[in-house]
């Protein structure tokens, strides 16, 4: 049994503690998911905060949601192709409910976990508070003006009517969640727990909680807290405690400290990634009034100089991706399962980190990434006072940063997965002597609330003059880009600690090829756009570059071959709504992602398996469908074996081997139609095999759910792949067939995708084109469990259904 016990500078005695532990049946916090019932409006509306509103006309809807993914795209919309060309404007939100009678005496709270953005929130009338940040997550209290015992009515303006604000895509609306939090009058505060771990190594470690805990009238007398220790099986773990006594004032809030030694603790990983959690409680006369979990890791981790980046000793290189918040044809609207299929994608390629681009994440990004062990940046702004986008944050800046900023270290300090802090991307001010007050400022901001992590920002200007870099705030120096300068930064930076925080922007169209594959200019400055076409696809053979990048293959032999370079985080892991380079309209989204915007992997994924995962790799491309006698460029990217053969029709075409620092093999061949068949071997034996054969007319469809099961909980998710195939079950890498979905029973279409960044049509209806061959519907579940049927069906196509199981 691990205690750590700390009362007022006196130690507690194991069997007070257990004789406490038995009083918090009651329950002494309640936190309940407030998103269900919200009726909502498009549009102004006048005296919408009042509470006489008749507001029984408005769609009723659940949250999270975001209204702008529900609109047309069109090239006028105010947030420009850049910013997803979806529409914006002004929503208003209203939940009417009932307090019960006995909390009185309680403290209530309404929690948001985002919503984009400049909020204003009011209760029965009352105006609670502004938030203009459209990430970060906050809370009003609502105590005073409740009826408790009867009828209350929260309403929500959203204004995103004053656009371009954002550089990508944001959304529109309560997009995160919403929670209902009642606590006794003494009672931890908001992200009121901060665990930190010292000395860490495998036979031990230091656990320290620190607690900031609301004391009703400041009235100290039989209160203490107490911390317990349990591991992922739910055991209670031994260990030693030592107390200190508390700090702050008699009044208000008070803090309170903890610590403890663990014996052998089992360290959390990118690998394993083994999770704590320490469950706080605040007792009073024997009676628990509060208790609070707060899940950690233990770990420890290094940047250096020299030797790059190491996790509990062992050197490893952070092998990241960047990525922006929406979830697809989802829009912003955060889903548990939707964040989890990306991030298991990702693990899937080898990939160990996870960038949040450019602002405070959902709270369950980073839940996921403590569960599935990646390597956070967790990033505050896009920039600081000065714009980027004409009504971007920093119109907000100058008085919300500090609140905003602190708001999100408190929020995510705990996390172990979260290891670098961004305070900054691309700020202009880069160049700027105001660099020298504000990099300060928020470093100061960041450090008074957390040591334990570097701080950095992601500099588009990485050189000398750099004032960002000059004012000595930031730890780690982080470049976006200059992949061609890596090799000389000790001579501009001796001594000093790297980190990649954006590399690459390749630009791909999934499915799309155009030859010679090899047509790539090794960094000038200008753009290296040899495929971009009308119809807006760019070549999907990772050979486009935009002026300030490098294509997949360029960054990641520099990065490997350095120590000194700790990590990168590659510009996207998946395709994103907006910034549609190198196209503007008639494209409405990214071209940037190893994966594109429905989660259909590019080619390029597949180096990235082959180079950083273990398993054994070998994956060919192009397709297999063209004019007779045209050349055609093949590649492979393979592991684990010293050769990969080629066969054309059977004959071989030739062997070939990577040499030196080659990422991927190619053959030049003439087409026929056939089968082209690789076999990829080592030390004679054959590893693996893969065919493609030329496909006929598109005949069927085929329906795969990457899972057959979900839960009957309104928010699970089942993600279907539809494969356009001909007669023999080959999938028509041309085919754009218009697929129609009916779903019956206890589920509904999210949404639906192809990962076109040129398509136009609803994300939110119940068809979809193919794009080269394939679509996505993803199928939600209803509250009532029960069989889904999903039914495809197409002109002249033999269609398919699948039944998914909601329990
Ligand atoms: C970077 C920027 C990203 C994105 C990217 C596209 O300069 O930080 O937000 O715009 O370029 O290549």
Avoid at 325 to 339: F, M, Y
Avoid at 443 to 454: E, F, M, N, Q, Y
Avoid at 644 to 653: F, H, I, M, P, T
Wanted: glycine share 8%; aromatic share 12%; with cysteine.
């Amino acid at each position: 049994m691990s205690i750590f016990p700390n009362i007022r500078g006196k130690a507690l005695l194991l069997m007070a503690l257990m004789a406490g532990s038995q009083a918090f049946a009651q329950q002494p916090r309640q936190k309940l998911d407030f998103d269900k019932g919200w009726h909502f409006n498009l549009g102004a509306v006048e005296g919408g905060e009042k509470p006489s509103l008749n507001d029984s006309k408005w769609r009723t809807l659940n949250l999270p949601h975001d209204w702008s993914i529900e609109g047309k795209f069109a090239k006028d919309n105010p947030a420009t192709p850049e910013g997803g060309a979806l529409p914006g404007g002004i929503g208003w939100y209203r939940k009417t409910f009932t307090v019960p009678a006995a909390s009185k005496g309680k403290l209530v709270y309404i929690d948001f976990d985002g919503v984009y953005q400049k909020s204003d929130v009011w209760v029965n009338g009352h105006h609670l508070g502004f938030r203009p940040n459209g990430y970060i997550s906050f809370r009003y209290e609502l105590t005073p003006y409740l009826n408790f015992g009867g009828k209350n009515t929260i309403a929500v303006k959203v204004d995103n009517s004053v656009q371009p604000n954002s550089r990508w895509y944001s959304g529109s609306g309560i997009y995160r969640h919403v929670w209902l939090e009642t606590t006794n009058k003494t009672a931890i505060n908001e992200w009121g727990t901060y665990v930190t771990t010292t000395d860490v190594s495998e036979a031990s470690a230091y656990i320290n909680i620190n607690t900031s805990v609301k004391v009703a009238d400041g009235d100290l007398s039989g209160i203490s807290v107490t911390t317990t220790i349990y591991n992922a099986d739910g055991k209670s773990v031994a260990a030693g405690g030592s107390i200190h006594a508390q700090t702050g004032s008699k009044t208000g809030d008070i803090e309170f400290s903890n610590h403890g030694k663990l014996n052998h603790p089992i360290l959390w990983s990118v690998d394993n990634p083994y999770l704590y959690k320490a469950v706080t409680r605040v007792i009073k006369n024997k009676v628990v009034l509060d208790e609070y979990t707060t899940p950690f890791g233990i770990r420890y981790f290094d940047f250096d100089a020299d030797k790059g980046f190491s996790l509990n000793g062992k050197a490893m290189k952070i092998l990241g991706v960047c990525d922006h918040h929406d979830l697809g044809s989802l829009g912003a609207v955060v889903n548990t399962r939707a964040l989890e299929r990306q991030l298991q994608m990702l693990k899937e390629m080898g990939c160990n980190g996870i960038r949040t681009s450019h602002n405070p994440p959902a709270p369950e990004l980073l839940d996921l990434c403590d569960k599935m062990g990646f390597i956070v940046m967790d990033e505050a702004f896009d920039c600081w006072e000065w714009k980027k986008a004409t009504y971007d944050y920093h119109l907000f800046f100058k008085e919300w940063h500090k609140r905003d900023l602190e708001d999100q270290i408190k929020r995510d300090r705990n996390h172990p997965s979260v290891m670098i802090w961004s305070i900054g991307n691309e700020i202009p001010q880069q160049g700027d002597t105001s660099a020298y007050r504000i990099a300060p400022e928020l470093a100061g901001i960041v450090h008074s609330l957390d040591k334990t992590r570097p701080i950095t920002t992601a500099n588009d200007r990485p050189d000398t003059t750099n004032k960002i870099v000059k004012s000595g705030a930031i730890d780690l120096i982080g470049y976006n880009y200059h992949e061609y300068d890596y090799a000389k930064f000790h001579d501009r930076y001796p001594g000093k600690k790297f980190i990649a925080t954006e590399t690459t922007s390749g630009l791909e169209t999934r499915g799309y090829y155009e030859m010679p594959s090899d047509s790539i200019r090794v960094w000038p400055t200008s753009w290296d756009k040899p495929f971009v076409r009308e119809g807006n696809n760019v070549s999907a053979y990772d050979n486009t570059r935009p002026p300030w990048g490098s294509t997949h293959e360029m960054t990641w032999k520099i990065m490997k071959k350095y120590d000194f370079l700790s990590g990168m985080y590659i510009w996207t892991g998946f395709d994103y709504l907006g910034e549609p380079t190198p196209y503007s309209w008639p494209s409405r989204s990214s071209y940037f992602g190893i994966i594109d915007l429905a989660g259909f992997p590019k080619d390029v994924y597949y180096m990235y398996q082959s180079e950083w995962t273990k398993k054994d790799v070998l994956h060919i491309f192009p397709h297999w469908n063209w004019q007779p006698g045209k050349m055609i460029d093949i590649w492979a990217y393979y592991n684990n074996a010293d050769e990969v053969e080629l066969y054309l029709n059977g004959k071989s075409v030739g062997i070939k081997k990577k040499t030196g620092d080659d990422l991927h093999v190619m053959w030049r061949l003439k087409f026929e139609p056939g089968t082209l068949k690789a076999v990829s071997r080592k030390n004679g034996k054959v590893v693996l095999t893969r065919e493609i054969h030329t496909a006929g007319a598109p005949a069927k469809i085929q329906l795969i759910a990457d899972r057959s099961s979900i839960k009957a909980d309104g928010k699970d998710l089942s993600f279907v792949t539809v494969k356009i195939m001909d007669k023999d079950g080959n999938v028509v890498p041309d085919a754009d067939n218009k697929v129609n979905f009916k779903i019956t029973g206890e589920g509904f279409i999210a949404g639906v995708d192809n990962g076109d960044p040129v398509n136009h049509d609803s994300f939110k209806v119940n068809y979809r084109k193919a794009f080269h061959g394939l679509a996505l519907a993803i199928v939600q579940a209803k509250e009532k469990a029960g069989n889904i049927t999903l039914t495809a069906s197409a002109d002249g196509l033999n269609g398919a259904s699948l039944v998914i199981k909601s329990k």
